[in-house]
């Protein structure tokens, strides 16, 4: 019996910690679904709650202010990237190092994604705060150096290679983010085909230099001689 009593609060906190998990899940695809559809001023605190079926007081549970409600989305999309990232560790290499096209492709799935346009709404939404807008921009350069470059620099072999990799993936994610606006200009899926392919062409073989050794890059040449032979 003593068992038992012991128990039923350790479920039950547990059941509370799953309910939490799932509330706060809910108000962070709610206020992304209002960020895209009524921008930044009309993702209300109020209207938030309303769409995502709980009352203003469980939203100030989990959010205090509406500016913590827009770093839960932020840090909601920055472990989204991280977990992706994570997951590519392996499909993104070959053996020829960096496979641009499949790590285009991969960023394209998050920053392509229509709800990315929340982070924007976010961004550009908070310019006539001063303040809380220098809070948002350093947190999107924090996500860049704490995700983004350890990722990168694991995939360079050489440590003198390192922060051209970053710059070079860096301009990958400004020309990936610039093209995810055009998707407001009513472009179709072949305009997006033909200009994310022609990224990876343009870094691939520089991601190649810089990822793989001298040795393995000369092995494919010497490879081939043989098969001739």
């Given at each position: 019996?003593?068992?038992?009593?012991?128990?039923?609060?350790?479920?039950?906190?547990?059941?509370?910690?799953?309910?939490?998990?799932?509330?706060?899940?809910?108000?962070?695809?709610?206020?992304?679904?209002?960020?895209?559809?009524?921008?930044?001023?009309?993702?209300?605190?109020?209207?938030?709650?309303?769409?995502?079926?709980?009352?203003?007081?469980?939203?100030?549970?989990?959010?205090?202010?509406?500016?913590d409600l827009m770093f839960g989305v932020l840090h909601h999309a920055s472990e989204?990237?991280?977990?992706?990232?994570?997951?590519?560790?392996?499909?993104?290499?070959?053996?020829?190092?960096?496979?641009?096209?499949?790590?285009?492709?991969?960023?394209?799935?998050?920053?392509?994604?229509?709800?990315?346009?929340?982070?924007?709404?976010?961004?550009?939404?908070?310019?006539?705060?001063?303040?809380?807008?220098?809070?948002?921009?350093?947190?999107?350069?924090?996500?860049?150096?704490?995700i983004v470059h350890p990722w990168v620099e694991r995939q360079v072999l050489s440590?003198?290679?390192?922060?051209?990799?970053?710059?070079?993936?860096?301009?990958?994610?400004?020309?990936?983010?610039?093209?995810?606006?055009?998707?407001?200009?009513?472009?179709?899926?072949?305009?997006?085909?033909?200009?994310?392919?022609?990224?990876?062409?343009?870094?691939?073989?520089?991601?190649?230099?810089?990822?793989?050794?001298?040795?393995?890059?000369?092995?494919?040449p010497a490879q081939a001689r043989r098969a001739k032979a």
């Open positions: 019996m003593n068992g038992s009593i012991l128990l039923m609060p350790l479920s039950a906190r547990r059941s509370h910690a799953d309910r939490s998990s799932e509330t706060r899940a809910l108000l962070i695809q709610a206020t992304v679904e209002l960020l895209r559809s009524a921008g930044y001023a009309g993702a209300t605190t109020a209207r938030v709650a309303a769409q995502a079926g709980v009352t203003t007081g469980a939203l100030h549970h989990h959010f205090a202010t509406k500016g989204q990237l991280r977990s992706r990232l994570e997951r590519q560790e392996e499909v993104a290499q070959d053996s020829h190092g960096i496979n641009a096209a499949q790590l285009v492709a991969h960023l394209w799935e998050v920053y392509g994604d229509p709800s990315y346009w929340a982070i924007w709404e976010i961004i550009i939404g908070t310019r006539s705060d001063e303040a809380f807008h220098r809070r948002v921009v350093a947190d999107r350069v924090n996500t860049v150096h704490g440590d003198h290679r390192k922060p051209e990799a970053v710059a070079l993936f860096e301009f990958m994610l400004v020309a990936i983010r610039g093209l995810s606006l055009e998707r407001f200009l009513d472009k179709d899926a072949t305009y997006f085909e033909k200009n994310l392919g022609l990224l990876a062409e343009t870094v691939g073989q520089r991601f190649e230099q810089l990822t793989t050794s001298p040795e393995s890059r000369g092995a494919k």
